[in-house]
């Protein structure tokens, strides 16, 4: 099972373009590398998802080399809103719920 | 649109007490899942369904117990609540198990077990 590691918390001032790595080392062939934020006292959301290369989306890119031992999430031109707990999660691209890992996250302080 | 709606918000249980925490979906999702989040810990799955009439187990299974009657309700009971279950519990669902699918969040129940 994939488990993932990430820094514990990072700052980072607005405006800024911020860089989460995520290492998963052990990730499998059919594992898809998939992101979530949250919010103070709420429950985390989808940002993205991606196999390899770069995917983007409105809200973010994320940076994964051919060996797909690890994971950038990259936020550009943070606000103040960003701040939040970012998680990864690593898992196989296949029906199954119980190898779902979300770990610990990063916790991200934009300051102003 | 409701998405996920979990009750109750907050909670304060005795040691010792059943205690249910309610999950409803109307988005006709087939997988449901319940984490619980503890300060330092991250967020834990609990239990989940990958559809109805089916159940399994998370990382932190032991104390709690899940049924899935229907697809919209996944209810989480607590037979004889415990201090160490004191948490943050949030409820989620997905189109399908597994997590390459994208999961969608209720906004959590606060537990407090004395």
């Known amino acids: 099972l994939a488990k993932t590691t990430q820094p514990i918390s990072m700052d980072s001032y607005e405006g800024q373009e911020v860089n989460i790595t995520c290492s998963h080392n052990?990730?499998?062939?059919?594992?898809?590398i998939t992101w979530y934020q949250q919010f103070p006292s709420q429950g985390p959301r989808f940002i993205i998802q991606?196999?390899?290369t770069k995917v983007t989306n409105e809200v973010a890119s994320l940076f994964i080399p051919a060996d797909r031992k690890s994971s950038t999430l990259s936020l550009p031109r943070v606000s103040l809103s960003d701040t939040a707990v970012y998680y990864c999660?690593?898992?196989?691209?296949?029906?199954?719920?119980?190898?779902?890992?979300f770990g610990t996250g990063t916790r991200l302080t934009v300051i102003p | 649109i409701a998405g996920i709606t979990q009750a109750p918000t907050s909670q304060i249980l005795a040691a010792g007490r059943r205690m249910t925490l309610r999950c409803t979906q109307d988005?006709?999702?087939?997988?449901m899942y319940w984490y619980r989040q503890d300060l330092g810990l991250g967020l834990r799955l609990i239990h989940y369904?990958?559809?109805?009439?089916?159940?399994g187990k998370g990382e932190v299974p032991d104390g709690y117990s899940v049924s899935r009657a229907n697809t919209d309700d996944f209810p989480l009971t607590l037979a004889s609540a415990v201090p160490s279950q004191t948490s943050v519990y949030f409820c989620?669902?997905?189109?399908?198990?597994?997590?390459?699918?994208?999961?969608?969040f209720g906004p959590g129940t606060r537990l407090t077990v004395l």
């Open positions: 989620a669902s997905s189109d399908k198990g597994g997590p390459n699918n994208e999961q969608f």
């Open positions: 052990n990730i499998a062939t059919n594992d898809y």
């Open positions: 991606g196999y390899k």
């Open positions: 999660l690593v898992g196989k691209g296949q029906t199954g719920a119980n190898n779902l890992f």
């Open positions: 988005m006709r999702h087939n997988a």
């Open positions: 369904s990958n559809t109805a009439g089916t159940t």
